[in-house]
């Protein structure tokens, strides 16, 4: 079965520096667009950045952009977020999903991401 395993998460200080990463297996991985998305207590999943199926193409939140970057090893079935700049706002769960939408603008709607892992917890002290 298909599974997204995150890790890389744990405790910063806020101008402190992040990166996760999400290895997946059941799957094709370079058929799938990925995306990772974020829930901090109380608040709905949103997300934060995709990419495409090849790297080539990218999408990230406005509050995000400019500090996180996504990107992906199709060798090594891993797809990762690197943080810079951590605020207490990122504060989360940070969560990897796998899209079957192959083609153009990597998604960013959590309805059109399959498989999501199980999440891992990214905190920034102040």
């Known amino acids: 079965q298909v599974q997204l395993v995150e890790s890389g998460g744990g405790l910063v200080q806020a101008g402190g520096s992040l990166r996760l990463s999400c290895a997946a297996s059941g799957l094709t991985f370079s058929n799938y667009a990925m995306g990772w998305f974020r829930q901090a207590p109380g608040k709905e999943r949103e997300f934060v950045a995709s990419?495409?199926?090849?790297?080539?193409?990218?999408v990230y939140a406005d509050s995000v952009k400019g500090r996180f970057t996504i990107s992906r090893d199709n060798a090594k079935n891993t797809v990762y977020l690197q943080m810079h700049s951590l605020k207490p706002e990122d504060t989360a769960v940070y969560y990897c999903?796998?899209?079957?939408?192959?083609?153009?603008?990597?998604?960013?709607?959590?309805?059109?991401?399959?498989?999501w892992g199980q999440g891992t917890q990214v905190a920034v002290s102040s």
């Open positions: 990419i495409s199926w090849s790297g080539g193409s990218t």
């Open positions: 999903a796998a899209s079957i939408v192959c083609f153009g603008v990597p998604p960013s709607k959590k309805y059109e991401y399959a498989y």
